[in-house]
Nanobody, 122 residues
């Protein structure tokens, strides 16, 4: 069974940084577009960032553009989300996602991880 496993969440002060990791269980995911979504308490899950299968194209929500960077390491079957200049409003559960379509991975991805909590204190 395909698995996406996130790690790297935690508690950080406003202005700080965290790096999330998402490890895929199958090498086939190296060529899948991947994305990060987040869900804050009481809010709907929202798209944060995505990366193309080859890793050359990235996409960001306006709310994280310029602060977050998505990247991937195909040798490790892993996608990363580097989060800088964190704000209290970035507090959420962060989910890794994958899909064969770069469009679908930004809206309704087929594969999901279990999520990792990020809490930003003011």
């Amino acid at each position: 069974q395909v698995q996406l496993v996130e790690s790297g969440g935690g508690l950080v002060q406003a202005g700080g940084s965290l790096r999330l990791s998402c490890a895929a269980s199958e090498r086939a995911f190296n060529w899948f577009p991947m994305a990060w979504f987040r869900q804050a308490p009481g809010k709907e899950r929202e798209f944060a960032a995505a990366i193309s299968g080859g890793g050359s194209i990235t996409y960001y929500a306006d709310s994280v553009k310029g602060r977050f960077t998505i990247s991937r390491d195909t040798a490790k079957n892993t996608v990363y989300l580097q989060m800088n200049s964190l704000k209290p409003e970035d507090t959420a559960i962060y989910y890794c996602a994958a899909d064969q379509s770069v469009r679908a991975v930004q809206t309704t991805p087929k594969y999901w991880g279990q999520g990792t909590q990020v809490t930003v204190s003011s």
